[in-house]
T-cell receptor
């Protein structure tokens, strides 16, 4: 039984560019949440998707957007990248409000 | 200001020592979770506590939820190098969102 998978593992972008990160949830899970973890910090909630709709959003600007597909996989898009967007981006899947299981993350570096 | 304050921020100890890390808040939580995160990996759930005063044990790890459900502690007995990692607490507030709020974590290094 595959756990949560994320791609790519690492990514290097320059300021102003756009990036798309991908997440496949654990088998049987229908809810996907995205978090940003800056160096030395705990994960910060970006948003959560359920039934292909954004269900809840944290305190992140509109440059951060997402999508959930009918197979429950999800994408996180970040436009107009800033240096401060450099972080580990974590995806977590769950059944609605049940326990979340995290993927290994995508390390994004913005130069 | 962090909703959940974790202390200490860093801990470097020798194998065999005992340690306690703390997670404190002024808010009441309906539940609190502890995770361990290793470099390059996502957090892995260790335990969830939901009842004030609750104590849970996971081998050499003992977790306690405060009576008022505002704080928690994690005690490790006879630490081993495999315990090395970032320990995160995350709480779900009473009557609030079901999305957990994370503390900054305690980075633990256990030297052989």
């Amino acid at each position: 039984d595959a756990g949560v998978t994320q791609s790519p593992t690492h990514l290097i972008k320059t300021r102003g560019q756009q990036v798309t990160l991908r997440c496949s949830p654990k088998s049987g899970h229908d809810t996907v949440s995205w978090y940003q973890q800056a160096l030395g910090q705990g994960p910060q909630f970006i948003f959560q998707y359920y039934e292909e709709e954004e269900r809840q959003r944290g305190n992140f600007p509109d440059r951060f957007s997402g999508h959930q597909f009918p197979n429950y996989s999800s994408e996180l898009n970040v436009n107009a990248l800033l240096l401060g967007d450099s972080a580990l981006y974590l995806c977590a899947s769950s059944l609605v409000s049940d326990t979340q299981y995290f993927g290994p993350g995508t390390r994004l570096t913005v130069l | 200001t962090q909703l959940l304050e974790q202390s200490p921020q860093f801990l470097s100890i020798q194998e065999g020592e005992n340690l306690t890390v703390y997670c404190n808040s002024s808010s009441v939580f309906s539940s609190l979770q502890w995770y361990r995160q290793e470099p390059g990996e996502g957090p892995v759930l260790l335990v969830t506590v939901v009842t004030g005063g609750e104590v849970k044990k996971l081998k050499r790890l003992t977790f306690q939820f405060g009576d008022a459900r505002k704080d928690s502690s994690l005690h490790i007995t006879a630490a081993q190098p495999g315990d090395t990692g970032l320990y995160l607490c995350a709480g779900k507030r009473t009557g609030g969102s079901y999305i957990p709020t994370f503390g900054r974590g305690t980075s633990l290094i256990v030297h052989p």
